[in-house]
């Protein structure tokens, strides 16, 4: 079984539609028609596009290191939205969830490694 075949089994259809269609309404705002985007809003769009197409796929969340990479993403968003210079208490919100869901999976990964 190939890859793309395994893919194409776990992809939910109309999930992935309902992102597209967000995502790109979303793009044509951020990026046309509001003007010019700036350097943080691009890597902001780098980092949230893939965290929301990976929702779209069935099973990605019981990967090993799904929960890692979700909160580093908060983390990196958080951190772009500050230095974007907007949202600053939905940043520091992005910022300490990330931090705690870090210190959860990292307190879970000592305890099942200490039995």
């Known amino acids: ?15 992935l539609l309902v992102m597209l269609i967000l995502i790109g309404s979303a793009t044509y705002f951020e990026f046309f028609y509001y003007g010019p985007p700036t350097l943080y809003s691009v890597g902001l769009w780098i980092i ?14 019981s990967h090993p290191l799904y929960q890692s990479l979700l909160y580093s993403g908060f983390i ?19 910022v300490l969830g990330g931090i705690i869901g870090l210190a959860v999976e990292l307190r879970d990964w000592m305890t099942v490694s200490n039995e």
């Open 1 to 15: 079984m190939t890859v793309l075949h395994s893919l194409e089994e776990r992809v939910r259809p109309l999930a």
């Open 48 to 61: 949230v596009v893939p965290m929301l197409l990976a929702s779209t796929v069935r099973g990605l969340r």
């Open 76 to 94: 990196a968003i958080g951190a772009l939205q500050y230095l974007g210079g907007e949202w600053f208490l939905l940043a520091g919100v992005f």
